[in-house]
């Protein structure tokens, strides 16, 4: 059976083809994947512009596509199922990809697995490596999981019964803590995305500068990120005042940093407690951060912690059309398809 997924919720345009084996136990390989990223085009806007993210999706969709199959050597009738990530994601980013999937769907006769791109995030952690072309076993997890998703665009703790079976219990009230992160860089001066840049520096600097843990006295599951930002803010101009911005940037950098990280943290610790969770389930961009993974591996040292392999944590081809395949089931006519850009859990 194989599966060509498509991603192109924000600002990346992902395919790929995955053909899965089932015997007594599920068999993967990624034939191929194709993906762009469109981050130089948004720097200099200062974040993502949705409208010039659909234009590039529109342009890039058919060049990837041609290069996957003509990598593949495999063409359409050889393929089972389309595979696509109906939202969350930008409206003209998701129009342009439900267009072209559409058209391709219509044109081979294939049914659509329409993805949520959340979901996707985290079955991505059964994928053990992205290797091109090596039949692979998913990794066992050990249930009931909590599943944390920390992106620029989502900050959301998920119970999760088995992979079926799962259900919201929190999530940001107010900016995600990639785009948190984002936004401090941005105070000091740093280009966006500005996360990975601030981990730089961070690494560099001391927490010395006290900033709040936001809702961390509650016992909801939510987060909120804006205050902190603000709190970062009053913070920087202060030392600006004393001249001693420069100087001081790694330190801010490294506290704030702390802050945002070890209010994940408090957050999780809440959730896994209340569940008895087995496992944690850690996907989303940030997890990019070196510093994060060793903070939440050192912290919660008796439960096992499943991460995404690096390249996967990101908006990708591979996790949709992998996700897909847990979803056969609920394949549609192309007619039917719709887009959902404020698509929950
Ligand atoms: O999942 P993702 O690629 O896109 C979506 O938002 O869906 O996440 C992007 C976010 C950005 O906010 C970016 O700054 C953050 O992930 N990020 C990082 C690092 N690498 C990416 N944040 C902190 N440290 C990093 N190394
Ligand atoms: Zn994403």
Redo the contacts with the bound molecule.
């Keep these: 059976m194989k599966i060509l997924g498509f991603e192109t ?4 345009t992902g395919i790929s083809l995955i053909e899965f084996e089932e015997n007594k136990e599920i068999k993967f390989k990624i034939l191929n994947h194709q993906l762009r990223s469109q981050v130089n085009i948004h720097s200099k806007y200062g974040g993502i512009v949705p409208i010039l993210a659909a234009r590039e999706h529109k342009k890039n969709l058919p060049i990837l596509l041609k290069e996957l199959l003509k990598k593949t050597k495999i063409n359409f009738d050889q393929i089972d199922y389309i595979a696509f990530s109906y939202g969350p994601g930008l409206p003209p980013a998701l129009v342009e990809g439900k267009e072209f999937v559409i058209k391709l769907s219509k044109k081979y006769n294939k049914k659509i697995i329409p993805v949520n ?1 959340l979901l996707a ?1 985290f079955y991505s952690v059964l994928i053990p490596e992205n290797k091109i072309g090596i039949w692979q076993k998913l990794k066992k997890i050990k249930f009931p999981a909590i599943g944390l998703l ?5 900050t959301i703790l998920v119970y999760f019964e088995d992979f079926k079976k799962y259900k919201k219990l929190g999530e940001t009230l107010d900016d ?4 948190s ?2 936004k401090a ?1 941005r105070i000091l001066g740093l280009e966006y ?4 840049k ?2 730089k520096l961070a690494k560099i600097g001391k927490p010395l500068f006290n900033l709040p843990r936001p809702m961390t006295l509650q016992n909801n599951l939510n987060f909120s990120f804006s205050g902190l930002k603000t709190a970062f803010w009053e913070l920087v101009e202060e030392v600006r005042k004393y001249g001693k911005l420069e100087e001081s940037k790694e330190d801010l950098a490294c506290s704030y ?1 702390k802050a945002a990280f070890e209010t994940l943290i408090i957050k999780t610790k809440k959730a896994i407690e209340k569940y008895n969770a087995k496992s944690l389930i850690i996907t ?3 997890i ?5 993974r060793k903070m939440f591996k050192k912290f919660f040292n008796k439960i096992n912690i499943y991460f995404p392999v690096k390249e996967l ?3 990708n081809g591979i996790n949709i059309a992998f996700a897909g395949y847990f979803f056969i089931e609920k394949a549609i006519d192309p007619e039917k398809l719709d887009i959902n850009p404020t698509a929950d859990i």
């Design positions: 919720t924000c600002d990346e791109h995030h920390i992106s620029g665009g989502h995600a803590v990639g785009e992160l984002d860089a995305p500005g996360g990975p601030l981990e940093q989303g961009g940030v990019a951060n070196q510093t994060l944590s990101t908006d």
